[in-house]
């Protein structure tokens, strides 16, 4: 892998799935699964294995038609886990098993009521036991950004000795502020013996809403994966947005680091998750929201409609949106008027336009948004309206 690729491990159909009522059966998670292969991800955690027959089913008929993609199961540091999630992998061209153990203090004493000298040891026996089944294992030390980095460093080099090929350091809590995780992750890659043996990868959430951030700072300091969902969906208030930080990496090409994914298509699968799980996605949502390329103040709808850069930094058709939209409400103004006036068929003069939006503002009032049966009838109630015919 080049230095500067930063793989993508969609964890959507595993993490993402964790949102209360939002289940898939098999033949969705299969449909989802072959459009993330198109998209480019490079890993797809396809489920957790032993949590239930039909997450089982679900990892393992995906394992046979993924064809690109590493295929993933998560398991904890547990060995029935690890031999179920194997079985269920057995199929995958590229299989990887996921297990770890929780490593901040909160989880050893209270969770495990053990004590950290026991932790180091289940990591390495959980990562040497996944080894024994494959090639490709990745460990995550649950609670990572509420551990201490010395001590964290500690596992990583436990979980290197026993064979792991990516460290998977989770912002568990989402409680890292974007320097804090940075720091961690440049903390690991100049401190954990071996560090050059393995992958760092972030696995971000939400709860203060800076996943998209810590995940960018993780890959600056030297993570070369980042694990995300596709919306941002995910468990409390979600993970890490895979078309957030595919597009930060690609808008920003003095980082030199990108991706492998087909941004074209993140429109198309944004609109399929969230119709397979009942997930609404709020209008104003980074990258594929419904308003993330539209306009209804006039000042930016006559900058955008003279150049679209003037305030919009991603072209829509680079995530699969079309066009740029032009609403037209009461704050709209001459500029945007015309504009979609001449996409219904009216060529405005100045001097018509001057009395048809006088006629717009008075419907704009009483309606949210005009739409186009709307300009129509604005046009055809103003007093040149026969003026407009017979130019």
Known sequence: MSNTNIQIFDTTLRDGEQVPGCKLNTEQKLVIAERLDALGVDVIEAGF??????DFTSVNEIAKVVKNATVCGLTRAVKKDI????????????????????????????????TREDILQRAYECVSYAKSFVDDVEFYAEDAGRTDNEYLARVCEEAIRGGATVLNIPDTTGYCL?????AKIKYLMENVKGIEKAILSCHCHNDLGLATANSIEGV???????????????????????????????QHPYLNLDTNINTKHLYEISQLVSDSMGIYTQPNKAIVGANAFAHSSGIHQDGVIKNRETYEIIDPKDVGVTESSIVLTARSGRAALAYRAKNVGYELTKLQLDVVYANFLNFADQKKEINDSDIHQIIETSSVYQQILTT
């Open 49 to 54: 294995p032993i949590s239930s027959p039909g």
């Open 83 to 114: 031999e179920v999630a194997a079985e269920a992998l057995k199929s995958a061209k590229k299989p990887r098993i996921h297990t770890g153990i929780g490593t901040s203090d909160s989880h050893v004493k209270y969770k495990f009521k053990t």
């Open 178 to 182: 974007p320097s804090e995780y940075g």
């Open 220 to 250: 600056i300091n030297g993570a070369r994966q980042i694990e995300c969902t596709i919306n941002g969906i995910g468990e409390r208030a979600g993970n890490t947005a895979l078309e957030e930080v595919v597009m930060i990496l690609k």
